[in-house]
């Protein structure tokens, strides 16, 4: 918080979440932290972008691509303004990306599901995946 002021930053990330949990013996603690920090950066309108592996996703059986997709026991959810999910589906002998915006506060996005690829210049949005 005290670089934060310091040095007047406007994007922080958080890689990862999942780090967090592994280096804390208590899920919960980690949930009121970030519950702080998320609140923190809000009020000097700073953007937090941050990733969470979530192992249960994986494993989605066919005509199904969303896997396990319970509201994991830390409901994160409740605390950020937007959730994308980026994902691995295996289809016809080769593995897929898959993007989707599963949530997105106060915006009617797209709900389609993208293939996408991460190319020299950046991350690129393919079409809408067909199964």
Same mark, same amino acid.
């Given at each position: 918080m *005290? #670089? &934060?002021?310091?040095?007047?930053?406007? $994007? +922080? %990330? #958080? *890689?990862?979440i999942s780090s967090l949990i592994s280096a804390t013996i208590d899920k919960f603690e +980690?949930?009121?932290? @970030?519950?702080? =920090? &998320?609140?923190f950066f809000k009020t000097k309108e700073i953007t937090c972008l941050a990733n969470y592996l979530m192992s249960e996703n994986f494993g989605a059986s066919r005509g199904q691509l969303l896997?396990? =997709?319970?509201?994991?026991?830390? $409901?994160l959810r409740s605390i950020v303004d937007g959730v994308i999910l980026l994902r691995y589906v295996e289809r016809e002998q080769s593995? $897929?990306? =898959?993007?989707?915006? @599963?949530k997105m506060r106060g915006s009617d996005h797209n709900k389609s599901i993208f293939e996408?690829? #991460?190319?020299?210049?950046?991350? %690129? @949005?393919g079409d809408k995946f067909m199964i």
């Open positions: *005290d #670089i &934060v002021n310091e040095k007047n930053i406007k $994007r +922080v %990330v #958080i *890689d990862s +980690v949930r009121e932290f @970030l519950i702080n =920090l &998320v609140g896997g396990n =997709l319970s509201s994991n026991e830390m $409901r593995v $897929r990306k =898959l993007c989707n915006i @599963l996408y690829e #991460i190319k020299k210049e950046g991350f %690129v @949005l």
